[in-house]
């Protein structure tokens, strides 16, 4: 059975949760953010549940502590708390939550938005753990990027943007689509954070900038072999 870690202190929500989910999946939970690092350590989770305010570590060091470790990277965390604003939102997301459902949530909406990042998960964990082409390298599993071997820093929803840019070669998406796939459905944010995040990327990819286009009037694309490196001299006759 799968399992999910609620990381909340109420214990209202902590039963309503499990009375909630019991029946599909095995539920662990924590009181504290420092108790819910130490579980999800032990026992590596399917998924997460994590409130925001928790006390002394709240839910978003939380998130930055389990999304920079390697044994929690790749597990999918879902805020549920009853912050409805949007700074709280971006923030979340910024982190490299896969999802933020407000409290009272529907139990059934709940269950519904585990099963999609679950199984997103082991869509994951099934499709290759390394990018490569030219001197481009993305380290899935690892949540690294590596430019003619040296690393380059991308924050948590960088890394998850181009991620999806590299798994959905030659294709067209439009902003909204990319929205819903990396923030999420239903999201906040503006095709104007869309533009600002993919320039940031293009501005970290340095000369592999070209490998995401702009498609006038309709989005952006990831070209695995762009004009530029197309034409570009392979190592050996630029020796």
Not at 73 to 81: E, K
Request: charged content about 30%; some cysteine; proline content about 3%.
């Amino acid at each position: 059975m799968e399992k999910i870690l609620v990381i909340e202190d109420n214990k209202d929500y902590q039963f309503l949760i499990q009375s909630s989910l019991g029946s599909d999946y095995r539920v662990i939970c924590a009181d504290t953010g420092k108790s819910g690092v130490d579980l999800a350590r032990e026992h590596k989770p399917d998924l997460i549940l994590l409130d925001i305010s928790l006390g002394e570590v709240d839910g978003f060091e939380v998130c930055h502590l389990l999304k920079g470790q390697k044994e929690t990277a790749n597990t999918p965390i879902i805020f549920l708390s009853s912050r409805n604003d949007a700074h709280s939102k971006v923030m979340g997301f910024d982190l490299g939550a896969d999802d933020y459902i407000e409290k009272p949530f529907d139990a059934e909406e709940l269950k519904a938005r585990i099963k999609v990042r679950i199984r997103e998960k082991h869509a994951r964990a099934e499709a290759v753990s390394t990018f490569e082409i030219h001197g481009l390298r993305v380290d899935f599993l690892g949540h690294r990027v590596f430019i003619e071997e040296k690393e380059v820093a991308f924050s948590a929803l960088e890394f998850k943007l181009l991620s999806y840019f590299v798994r959905n070669p030659d294709r067209v998406l439009s902003r909204e689509r990319i929205l819903n796939s990396v923030w999420g459905v239903d999201t906040f944010v503006t095709d104007r954070v869309v533009d600002s995040h993919i320039r940031s990327i293009r501005k970290k990819l340095g000369q592999y900038k070209d490998h995401i286009e702009s498609i006038y009037g309709e989005g952006y694309r990831f070209n695995p072999v762009p004009v530029s490196a197309a034409n570009a001299p392979k190592k050996s006759e630029a020796a």
